[in-house]
């Protein structure tokens, strides 16, 4: 569960995304790390919003 509970803080897309936004050369560098960036931030926010969470050591809701 560590490794579930770390792919779930939105921290780390969006630094994704912040990063390649402003660090990219071209529009073709910046593409594919931004729709991941923004792809991660939705799949935390779809999982979210009807409650679920991150999760305890043994897999229950927190």
Not at 37 to 49: D, H
């Amino acid at each position: 569960m560590p490794l579930c509970n770390l792919l779930h803080r939105a921290a780390i897309p969006f630094a994704i995304t912040v990063d390649f936004s402003f660090l990219g050369d071209s529009p073709d560098d910046i593409a594919a790390p931004f729709t991941f960036g923004v792809s991660c931030l939705t799949a935390i926010a779809l999982s979210r919003a009807p409650g679920y969470g991150l999760r305890t050591p043994d897999g229950r809701l927190r």
